[in-house]
């Protein structure tokens, strides 16, 4: 089983949250839906060969860059949702907790960080070894955020 799914747009929406906006779109069959659904659960890693991210205390804001860290995300089954950073090279070993679902349409993410706060990552491309998110990722152990959008994601 291969599914290959690429998304080119969003839908005009009318919701208040321009990050929640995309997911009332049309649903899509429950089929589909649970293909979708099941070909995220499994652990994806993403390499930052090179990268930066943003630290934030109170309102000061620290740039500190990324050599050879590995993102890794984690979709669970029962929604639960297990993000990783590690950087050897920095020192950084970070590994926070969420939650996660599929939005109605079956083309984003609803991530909700340990906080409780939901951000969208949309999928931009699905198959069974291949995930590439459009996503603004953050840390909230360590106040990151990446200065990129989008992650190629394969499957552990």
């Known amino acids: ?4 799914l690429s998304i ?8 208040p949250n321009p990050d929640i906006d995309i997911l009332e779109t049309t649903m899509v069959d ?9 070909s995220v659960v499994g652990t994806w890693n993403h390499r930052l060969p090179f990268g930066e991210f943003f630290q934030y205390e109170g309102e000061a804001i620290e740039s500190i860059p990324i050599e050879n860290a590995m993102i890794s995300l984690q979709f669970q089954q029962n929604g639960i949702l297990i993000r990783r950073l590690t950087c050897p090279e ?16 079956g ?13 969208v990552a949309t999928i931009k491309f699905l198959e069974m070894d291949e995930l590439v998110l459009d996503w603004n990722i ?8 990446a200065s990129r959008n989008t992650y190629y994601f394969n499957k552990q």
């Open 8 to 15: 080119q747009g969003h839908d005009a929406l009318l919701s």
């Open 90 to 105: 920095a020192g950084l070993q970070l590994e926070e907790y969420g939650s996660w679902r599929l939005s109605p349409n």
């Open 1 to 4: 089983l291969s599914l290959c």
């Open 107 to 119: 083309k984003n993410l609803i991530l909700e960080d340990m906080n409780g706060v939901e951000t």
């Open 138 to 145: 953050t840390f909230e152990l360590a106040r990151l955020e």
């Open 30 to 38: 429950s089929g589909q839906f649970a293909v979708i659904s099941n």
